[in-house]
């Protein structure tokens, strides 16, 4: 029970202490194992084994792809294309940020590309508009959050990867695509009242009308070819965009340093290192204990909500992929087997909880999502006095009605209506 204790204690003093001093979680937690092994007993090759390779590559690979999309300008494009359809209709400019966003990031550009293009064109449209600015940015975050689950999208790839290895079988790509639209749809609609954009008036500026130039064709296909491959062929998702990515700097339409320039490695360092941290805390039993904990305030009913709330009040704070994902997964199994939840609640739903109950909360401030409309909130409106404080609360504020409603929703029983097999 002591080395139980001890691991969660160093779970959790890890991610706060990178909280508090604005340190990337995934460094510290490197110099944590090193720690905690030595306490632990535990060989260095073993805390080693923790590295997941096959998970850094997938993720570099398709960072690098979608860098050369963004830098040639066919990502922007495709969203500007995308909200002109709207034309006069200025009501329907969220509810296309929600389709828009969940297009984008369901071809694999990834959340974190979603809710940074969001924050840079929902921002100045917003003001062209005259309309709130957190409307157009928490509509395409939730529709970023709802496609950039797919199983070939960064999120979508770490999900699977952390079920996989947690041991939840059955069609988890397909029930975790269905899951997050239903919650991230449902959310967006309570946002699209709440925040008033059915009040939106059109504007009197005309948006400039502009062709895919040859390059940006060329990488639409490779775009294309990248899903056919991944969705068709099974094949490996960071192989192919990595072979994909070269093509395109031979054939001019990226370059290297940009593409390399795209790959987030302040991310990649943060899974990797939590990844290291979390295996070594799963091999001393801190998960088990975790797990054992949340499981005598569960029953049946409430297990997937008090899942969802649990993973969401974390990732106010912490990384959804990089931190509460990695720590809530591998408690699942536990869970059902502690509450004989097996054959009566899937793990697949589970699974669903705790994504969906963590990823809204990235629209907060202090996380990725809400960082990114902070940023370009700041740069196109003048900030005066408490404005930025205001700001900041109304954001904080919008991203925990979101958690709350994904959480009422799984409560009421709206997971319920997918399928599991």
Known sequence: MGIQIGALFFLIFTITLGFLKKM????????????????????????IRGFNSSLFLMLAGVSMLFGIAQHNGTLKLIVVKMIQISGKRAYLMPLMMYVVMYLITFLGAGTIAGFALSALFGIPLAKELDSDPFLLTTMGQLGSIGGGIAPWAPTGIIGLELARNAGITGNISTTMMINTFLATAFASIISYIFLKGYKLKSSTKETEKSKFNRDQLITLLAILIMVIGVAGFNMNIGFLSFFISVILIFLKVGTEKEALSSIPWNTLLLIS????????????GGIKLLADTLALLMTPKT???????????????SSTSGVVMPTMIPTIPVIQETLNLQNIIPGALLLSAVINGSSPSGLSPVSTGGAFVMASYSEFYELKGDDFAQKFKKLFIISMMNMLIVVLFILIGGFNLTIYS
Do not use: C
């Not at 941290?277 to 091999?283: A, D, I, R």
């Not at 297990?303 to 704070?317: D, E, P, R």
């Open 303 to 317: 297990s997937a909500s008090i899942l969802a709330l649990t993973s969401g009040v974390m990732s106010l704070f």
């Open 24 to 47: 990337n979680i995934g460094v510290l937690a490197l110099g944590t194992s090193l720690v905690l092994g030595y306490i632990g007993n535990v060989p260095t090759r073993d805390i």
């Open 273 to 284: 290192g939590m990844g290291i941290l979390m295996n070594l805390v799963v091999l001393l």
